[in-house]
């Protein structure tokens, strides 16, 4: 028997199954809120830092990533001020230009309302979005591809650096890594990075009503949650 | 020899995975350093991904995946000894031994290690070597300290050569 | 050892150790200390147990081998008793003096007593010492008390009595109100009221609860952990015991840092005896009070410092954060109710059920109750462990504890918190030690680490160090700390490397004020807080870096150029084989001229140069 609460995301307020997270809430029904690492079916780790709202308690407003809240109730979220954006874009932009060589940062990065990277472009191909690890774990509890070193040092390694008998040949590690389709013009090589910003007119209809879903390409370019969840994962 | 070490570390162990790391820091002090069979047979015995059990021991400093020199020396970064000048001996010791932090000399006598604060911060900078400190040291006691070591090494090693 | 079965039993033994202490009339107290081992304590140790032997005095005499006494820079030292005469700086050598003068004949070896650096003057006890007369010793004075291997060293002072009323006449909640009235809060940094934070932890439902202890102390230039652990662990067990039956846990655990191992012996020791007399294990004390501690070894990791990441590596795991928005007092450890402390913390906690909430609180601010250890270090006279009550200014610990600039040098500013905190200049040394008063200015009181600077360092420096260890010490999970700090610290090392811009000044803030809010976890949200503090207090020299192309410390090395002063060179020759890039040359006795094409600024040849003859412009 599904228990539900009573939340308020942005003025509205919704009924939400207990246990269930604030993102995955606000994607049911509706409400935009951009992420990365975060796929229906998969643990969420809160990694990308993306999904952040304002959780909103005795006046005091709480920045924390939506995907590992768990909705409670009378709780009031706001996921769309002016600070949020704010740094959601900051975020994207520390994406875009570790990563330009992927149409799904790009999009994020357009999504979030960049429009200059004021970093020095590198060209990373993989931005340690944890997708392939947890669902190589999740999944078909392989174990044949995790995190390996600290910090900077950190990346996606096999065990061992070897090829191990444990990989299963599902390949949901290459459908759902955000780095498999580079930008519509094509790879960019090192030295000629730059921000695409093309997909702007795919944004026309949600820069109108900006929190809303409007089943952007955007969002299928990045396989958001809401893309995601038809594809039936599990 | 080396798979008797193993198991008794291991012995009495099995099938608890949150006696990795205390595992990992058994088979470190052994052994020097995680080798890749012990990494499986941990993996194995404890009942820990493989993959989980390399991601350990490459997160934590005090796991070495490979062996280190016969003497390790270790130089303090903590604030307290970098205000006191604690490039200086990373300096000296790396163009002194031609080696990088965390590389081992080609004939495996030194390496070096940088750390983060070995908490005796009142007598920086310090410089130690396989546990024993060295205080308000220098490059010239530093260099004094490696020259020693090298002409101990070369002699025991003539000594032991009875013909040459 | 018989086993303690009832708090009366404890009483008597108490006073039966402190009867057969009071025997002994002769007592030499010597540190044992880490620091004092760097510097040779036990070859002294050593020696003076050859000469008491040799000269049949061991059974008059009471050696008592003791933790870190906090004056690390003076030692090895010695404290003989009764005279309360203080020794510094002692060697093998000095033993038989020890022995044959002092000891037999109550004479004082004048050399071997501290000289004050202010006045000049030779001190001759240890309650004269201006740098310990400054401080309120209330944790650090236990230290020469009790030999850290030996439980009847503590019991003699009246150890475990705290526990015993504890267990035998105060019920949890009435603990607790009692450390929410004391107002103190936590000391490994978070500044957390401890009271609410064991109440929380006690209304939390579950069948298993557990207190850990947070010996990680990462923070660079701290070691105030270090030496109430080695020293005295039996104190902070004992205030682990009493939180334990507080909260309504079974199980602790004190998780001591890797780099450690004396603390980690002298920690396990400790449990060891405790669990023999029954003050640890099944019925303590005889009372239905059950609770059993384990000692636990980190893997090297800063980021184990944090809570959440010191459960998961308790647990076997990596030590990676997680979120935090269900508190670990509900869901910590294994997922039950956890309520961890840092060292210092839990070594307060006898004190405050013995002498009272009020005789606490009436120590400190408003918002900062009791006493705080401090790690005083870098560019001044005095450096060690000073214990100071909360409120006394920054000022009074530099100058008047810390004896003031060392090297004529003028000193410059003051890091406090470690890499989580910030760096205050000179102008704001009237702030007290307060938790309030230090977040406010932009720092923080943090674990305790104060590490003093003078004109010599470079604040931006300064900032590229600490994103560095930073940098290096980051679990790299999230995007903000991971991304974040890397790019901090390009910016600053391109305006360390002179090809900073004014626009990247404002680009820095913002990026820092991202990565505040956004980070996953306290790492990554103090990260930020050496450049923000840096930027506030010190911009000039940010702007110096970047509008003239000069670093005002003479440290940047793109910035700098080393030289030889030719009135002052005398041709000795040091400097040239000093140098490793091979970059000095000249004759002997000859001015010797260094090349500056391959000179690489390392530093070496000055720190060698008797004359001063090299120069930085």
Known sequence: ?234 | MKSLQLESILKGRSSQPHQLIEVLQDVQENYGYIPEEAMREISKRLGVPLIEVYRVASFYKAFKLKPSGKYVVTICNGTACHVRGANLLLDQAVSQLGINPGEVTDDGLFSIEHVNCLGACALGPIASENGNLGHHMTPAKLRKFIDSIRLKEREEVQNASPQH | MPRLNTKEDLEIMGKQLLFDRGKVNKTLIICGGTGCKASRSQEVIDAINQELLMQEMDSEVHLRVTGCHGFCEQGPIAVIEPGNIFYCHITADDARDIVTKTLKNGEVIDRLLYTDPVSGKKIRTESEIPFYQAQDRQLLFQNREVNPRSIEDYIAIGGFSALAKAIDSLAPEEIIRSIKTSGLRGRGGGGFATGRKWDECREAPSDEKYVICNADEGDPGAYMDRCLLEGNPYLVLEGMLIGAYAVGATKGYIYVRNEYPLAVKHARNAVQQARKLGILGEDILGSSFSCDVEVARGGGAFVCGESTALMASLEGKVGEPRPKDVHTVVDGLWHKPTTLNNVETWANIPSIILNGANWFASKGTKGSKGTKILALTGRIKNTGLVEVAMGTTIRHIVFDIGGGATNGKAIKAVQTGGPSGGCLPIDKFDLPVDFDVLYEAGSMVGSGGMVVMDESSCMVDVAKYFLTFLQDESCGKCVPCRLGIDRMLEIVTDITEGRGTLEQLDLLEELADTVTQTALCGLGKTAANPVLSTLRYFRDEYKAHITDNKCPAGVCKALIEYSIDPEKCTGCGTCKRACIHSAISGEKKEVHVINTELCQKCGICMSECKFEAIQVS
């Open chain 1, 1 to 234: 028997m599904l228990h539900y609460v009573t939340i308020n995301i942005d003025g509205a307020d919704i009924k939400a199954p207990k246990g269930s997270s604030v993102l995955e809430v606000a994607i049911e029904y509706g409400i935009c809120i951009p992420h990365l690492c975060h796929v229906p079916g998969l643990s969420d780790i809160g990694a990308c830092r993306l999904c952040i709202v304002e959780n909103v308690t005795n006046g005091r407003a709480a920045v924390t990533t939506s995907c590992t809240l768990k909705v409670q109730e009378g709780m009031t979220i706001r996921s769309n001020t002016d600070r949020i954006k704010r740094l959601r874009h900051n975020i994207a932009e520390l994406l875009v230009a570790q990563a330009p060589n992927s149409r799904a940062i790009q999009d994020i990065a357009v999504r979030c309302g960049v429009k200059k990277v004021r970093y020095p472009f590198r060209n990373d191909n993989c931005v340690l979005c944890g997708r392939c690890v947890r669902a190589c774990a999740e999944l078909w509890h392989a174990n044949a591809l995790g995190f390996v070193g600290r910090g900077k040092e950190r990346h996606v390694e096999r065990p061992l650096n070897m090829r191990e008998e444990f990989c299963k040949g599902c390949d949901y590690c290459i459908q759902l890594c955000p780095m498999t389709i580079t930008p519509c013009d094509g790879p960019m090589k090192t030295g000629e990075e730059y921000l695409c910003g093309k997909c702007e007119s795919q944004l026309m209809i949600t820069e109108e009503v900006p929190d809303s879903c409007a089943w952007c390409r955007l969002g299928e370019g990045f396989n958001c949650g809401r893309y995601a969840g038809l594809k039936a994962v599990r």
